[in-house]
């Protein structure tokens, strides 16, 4: 019964873990456009408002079933449709949804639109309907053809891109990246390597050497435990025990010594009045006659 | 068009197709780079495990063909066989694979029994790391000085797995040069470790190790993967693999596992890693003026690494009580080619007292640069990639 329990609480236990991690909480609402005059046009040729999701994992993620809203009161405004291959966003990427409050026009036009000129809250629930992923309130003085943006895409502070030097980039990256600025670093200030080699060996050095004194504390530990049961077990005292641990004429070379002097006293030897001959028999090798290749081992039981 | 010019005319396109009408120079070479790994391994009984595997690869991977005839037979070709095979290099997945065979092969017992052997494995990856710094010098991106400078750690799953991620292409260099020095291993410690150590220091005798409880063994693996991986989160497709497979081992229950783990698994994976490591080397990518350099900075990494792992150990004796001190030629077993290096402090040792068995000392370090050199690969991959 107990085995039963365990095994039960160990499955439900696996069950919420990977429930959880299959859980939509890495989609970020990226980039959003209210007023859309002159930017970037939907697949029907049209300037609609436009809200960009990110996924912020390094892993695909569907978002089929998601609900995307603009009504605290009505978290399930907008579910994103079922059946469609595109809602599936890949690692660190991006999807358009168009505000457009046209949802028959296909998967990513919502049932909402967003007003110009007045606040307009944007969350996410997950398919419960009850969970919030992310939200965020668009100001209600965005210019016409701004957008209000995350400055790193799926984290970082939001800020007004007005397609100057901030660009707008809708199922783009926020920041666009060209080089690995962690190469870059340590190409600028560590040019001969040092500070690597020194922060890199005190790192391997520190693991190891944790390690080391862990396991210098376990085998402490283990060995009293295991002194301490055999005090239980054979019921002597420490001193006993330690006596007969140690005993004065232990070393091996006192007992083969005590041996060898045995062997010779008694004079053990054994019987030696037998021949022996040696005769080298030479026979021709072929690995087709060989039993190491021609035998097969048998399974062990 | 008579029967006689579309006669022709198939034979030349089929002559154009021919290895020997592809053919240049860089491809003999590199034929006969691959037949020289084979004539190691075979004649020599260099590593054959993996020089006859990664030298079958080198002539596979140079063979002249038409590249522009889409036939999908090279290895850089998407879609081909040898493509398909290769993922598991260039996504890094076959080097975690054989660290879970190496974990599930590996006894622990010498380093549980003598946990400061660990600093040994620690000292000897200063060879990873003194490489990078020359190979700034030489003018290497740091990204790429670090994939070249894991060689260092003598461990060619490491080396394959940070070059993937950090050079991939360089990585076909990387690879070889890795194992190539890992099987040179017995040609180039010897004469370091006579170099840095007296007469009087190759005959300390160490005492035997004591005998490890079952439970301790077990606890090694999960507490030294939840330790090391704590501290280099970036080393855990390897660091994590290694400790469960060892494991699977030590805990008596999952035998089968194990089996599978160290035997089949572990061949099948090394089977595929060298050979298609070795065709990754295909002469157009791989006879370049950086192959030499990092064959150079791959030479230099096991100096350093070699002399380090000897040069902690005597350092580390000043501060031992006498009836503690250890052999300074256990100290090139730091690097993590196993169990070859703990086999030269074995005999190098036995060379000097034929009483001197330094085998089992020599695993613990040995084991420790395993560990070492995958905290190293994170470390490297956690700044720079």
Known sequence: MKKQLLTLIV????????????GRRGLRINEVMVTNDSSVVDDYGRHVAWIELFNSTFAPLEISSVYLTNDKNQPKLYPVPLGDVNTEIPPRQHVVFWADGEPNKGTFHTSFVLTPGQDNWIGIYDANGTTLIDEVLIPANLAPNTTYARTIDGEGIWE??????????????????????KVDMFAQQDKDGFAMTIMAMCIVFTALLVLCLCFLAISRIGARVLRSNK???????????????????DSGEEIAAITMALHEHLNAHDAENTILTINKVKRAYSPWSSKIYSLRELPHR | MSFSEFLQQNLQQFWELTGFYNATWQHFVMLAVGLFFIWLAIKKDFEPMLLVPIGFGILIGNIPFNTTAGLEVGIYEEGSVLNILYNGVSAGWYPPLIFLGIGAMTDFSALIANPKLMLIGAAAQFGIFGAYMVALLLGFAPDQ?????????ADGPTAIFLSSKLAPNLMGAIAVSAYSYMALVPVIQPPIMRLFT???ERLIKMKPARA?????????????MLLTCFVVPSGIPLLGMLFFGNLLRECG???????TASNALTDIVTILLGMTVGASTQASEFLTKETIGIFALGFMAFIIASSSGV?????????????KKINPLIGNAGVSAVPMSARISNNLGLEYDPSNYLLMHAMGPNVAGVIGSAVAAGVLLGFLA
């Open chain 2, 311 to 323: 040069l902690f150990v005597k350092l580390f004796n000043l501060f031992l009580p006498k009836a």
């Open chain 1, 11 to 22: 499955a439900l236990v696996a069950c919420a873990t990977v429930a959880s991690a299959q």
């Open chain 2, 198 to 200: 007296t007469k009087k």
């Open chain 2, 212 to 224: 490890v409880s079952q439970n301790e063994k077990i606890i090694f693996p999960i507490v030294g």
């Open chain 2, 145 to 153: 000085a670090g994939a070249i400078a894991i060689i260092g750690g």
């Open chain 2, 253 to 259: 229950v999952t035998t089968r596992l194990a089996k």
């Open chain 1, 231 to 249: 005090i239980k077990s054979a019921g002597m005292t420490p001193r006993e025990l330690t006596r007969e641990e140690h005993p004065e004429h």
């Open chain 1, 160 to 181: 007004v891109r007005d397609g100057g030097d901030k660009y707008i980039t809708p199922s783009s990256n926020n920041v666009i990246v060209d080089t690995n600025s």
